[in-house]
C-alpha cells in the first residue's frame, strides 16, 4: 500500500512559477517510479512528467519539456515538480502517482498507476 499527499498548488501569473511536492508513505514504496499528471475543466487527464527514481531517469510531455522540472528527494520520499515560466493552458489538478518498478507499460499511460494522490490545484492567469 502507498500513500501519496501533493501539496504547493496555487494561484499565479502567466510567467510565474510554483513547485509541486508529493509525499509518499507505506513500506512498499521502495517498489515504485513516480509520475505527475494533470486534468483540466472539461479534459481528459494527461501525462505531465515521471521520473524512475533511484536512476534519475526523467520523461515529460512535449508541452512541459524545458519547463517543468521533475525530480526526488529520497530521503523524505518525496517528488517534487518544479513548474517553471507558467502558462494559462497548464490550469489544471495535478495528482501525482505511483508506477511499480517492475510494470512494463509506458510511462505516458494512467492506468500504467496503481495509486494515486488527491490532487492540487493550480490556476495560471493570463
Known amino acids: 500500500q502507498v500513500q501519496l499527499v501533493e501539496s504547493g498548488g496555487g494561484s499565479v501569473q502567466a510567467g510565474g512559477s510554483l513547485r509541486l511536492s508529493c509525499a509518499a508513505s507505506?513500506?512498499?514504496?521502495?517498489?515504485?517510479?513516480m509520475g505527475w499528471f494533470r486534468q483540466a475543466p472539461g479534459k481528459e487527464r494527461e501525462f505531465v512528467a515521471a521520473i524512475r527514481r533511484g536512476a534519475g531517469s526523467t520523461y515529460y510531455a512535449d508541452s512541459v519539456k524545458g519547463r517543468f522540472i521533475i525530480s526526488e528527494d529520497n530521503a523524505k520520499n518525496t517528488v517534487y515538480l518544479q513548474m517553471n515560466s507558467l502558462k494559462p493552458e497548464d490550469t489544471a489538478v495535478y495528482y501525482c502517482?505511483?508506477?511499480?518498478?517492475?510494470?512494463?507499460?509506458?510511462?505516458?499511460?494512467?492506468?500504467?498507476?496503481?495509486?494515486w494522490g488527491q490532487g492540487t490545484r493550480v490556476t495560471v492567469s493570463s
Open positions: 502517482a505511483a508506477k511499480s518498478k517492475i510494470s512494463s507499460s509506458s510511462w505516458y499511460n494512467d492506468f500504467a498507476y496503481g495509486y
Open positions: 507505506g513500506r512498499t514504496f521502495s517498489g515504485y517510479d
